[in-house]
């Protein structure tokens, strides 16, 4: 099982980037899948999430307004869509994945790194 993420980089303030994260050895479409980061000395942190079968979608209370989840199952990917990046959404983000059936998150991808410069 892998999840592959990509898409972080370096912006500035204002800006917009799009995460993506590939999954492969799992039906896609059986898993939440979600997207977190982690800023260092921070705990990590769930931004969004997106149900495996009514693609109900949860966000942060403090990504709200400017980060939107999507999923694409026929091509086993789960975008995070960012914008009006601000300096405080520097962090390292990582994708997750979890059965429909378990209450735990059961794969994460590597993680990428997003720095937002003011």
């Known amino acids: 099982v892998q999840l592959q993420a990509s898409g972080g980089g370096l912006v500035q303030a204002g800006g917009s980037l799009l995460l993506s994260c590939v999954a492969s050895?799992?039906?896609?479409?059986?898993?939440?899948v979600a997207w977190f980061r982690q800023a260092p000395g921070k705990e990590r942190e769930l931004l969004a999430s997106?149900?495996?079968?009514?693609?109900?979608?949860y966000r942060a209370d403090s990504v709200k307004d400017r980060f939107t989840i999507s999923r694409d199952n026929a091509k086993n990917t789960v975008s995070l869509q960012m914008n009006n990046l601000k300096p405080e959404d520097t962090a390292t983000y990582y994708c997750?994945?979890?059965?429909?059936?378990?209450?735990?998150?059961?794969?994460w991808g590597q993680g990428t790194l997003v720095t937002v410069s003011s």
């Open positions: 997750a994945a979890q059965n429909y059936r378990r209450a735990e998150y059961d794969y």
């Open positions: 050895g799992i039906t896609f479409s059986n898993y939440n």
């Open positions: 997106i149900r495996w079968n009514s693609g109900s979608t």
